[in-house]
């Protein structure tokens, strides 16, 4: 990857939090379970640790601590993914230091239906933000 | 020269133009969401201010000095960070962007804003939507006249 490195392991039980916004959703998905852009990087990115809805978009650019109404989170392990045969990587930037990466084993193979399948199954129900503030 | 940054329509938001290089990725989350770029050997942030993992988003950008750069090169708090991109959007004219499905759909200047003007995402908000109502009048009058 050209953009951040890989700072350490994370562990089988850490909790890995996934921002998705039922509102807006991607082609129909409140949540991704597929890199958004594999020529960038081919993995798709969770958050450290199981953060609420505000703490999720509080690492995004430009968002104060509160969600808007919509926006929700689900949650994860991580070795619930690598049971799944995932690789998750820490990959912290500056401004995002909860970056975590999700990739296939083999991160140059193509991510396929079977893979966002597999990736689904590891969430649990997501937690909506109601009556944010924004 | 314009201190404003030259972008292409249809290009990526994190590498606005062909003549543009991303120098440092401070912020990604499925795609890079700030951070700092190079064209024509001047500097420039970029920052998403809306629609982070959506399929259409708003973005900014401001020339910076590289004093500045060295700044935010040497920042490692995200808050911190925060605190200097919105200082350098409230401080100059910047340019507004839309992007929708990662390409760059039409941009607008930011004129500088009073210490006490609204937040850069709402003066960025408020610029692209006039400059979609100056597009939309033309396109009817251009219409009208065929």
């Known amino acids: 990857m050209r953009w951040f490195g890989r700072h350490g392991k994370i562990a089988d039980d850490e909790v890995l939090t996934e921002y998705g916004d039922r509102d807006r959703p991607v082609k129909g998905k409140p949540f991704k379970d597929h890199p958004v852009r594999p020529d960038i990087k081919n993995a ?13 978009v509080a690492n995004f650019p430009n968002r104060l601590a509160v969600a808007r109404e919509g926006e929700g989170v689900r949650y994860t392990t991580a070795g619930a993914l690598r049971e799944q045969e995932f690789r998750v990587e820490y990959t912290p930037s500056e401004w995002n230091p909860s970056h975590v990466s999700v990739e296939n084993l083999d991160a140059r193979r193509e991510w396929t239906d079977d893979d966002s399948a597999r990736f689904n199954e590891c969430f649990g129900e997501p937690e909506w933000k109601e009556g944010g503030d924004e | 020269m314009s201190d404003q940054i030259h972008l292409r329509i249809g290009a990526e938001p994190w590498r606005p133009a062909d003549t543009a290089k991303i120098d440092k990725v401070l912020n990604h989350y499925d795609i890079p969401l700030a951070g700092i770029i190079q064209q024509h050997r001047r500097y420039y942030i970029f920052e998403c201010l809306d629609g982070h993992a959506n ?22 708090d995200k808050q911190e960070l925060q605190k ?3 200082s ?8 507004a962007a839309v992007a929708i499905d990662h390409g760059l759909e039409m941009a607008a200047v930011v004129e500088r804003q009073r210490d006490t003007g609204p937040a850069p995402v709402k003066a960025a908000s408020k610029a692209i939507t006039r400059k979609a109502e100056t597009v939309r009048a033309v396109n009817a009058l251009a219409a009208c006249c065929n």
């Open chain 2, 84 to 86: 200097l991109f919105t």
């Open chain 2, 55 to 76: 399929e259409s988003n708003l973005w900014a950008y401001a020339e910076i000095t590289r004093q500045e750069r060295r700044q935010i090169l040497r920042t490692r």
């Open chain 1, 44 to 56: 798709v990115s969770l958050m450290r640790g199981k953060l609420t809805v505000d703490e999720a």
């Open chain 2, 88 to 95: 350098i959007l409230k401080s100059r004219s910047f340019t």
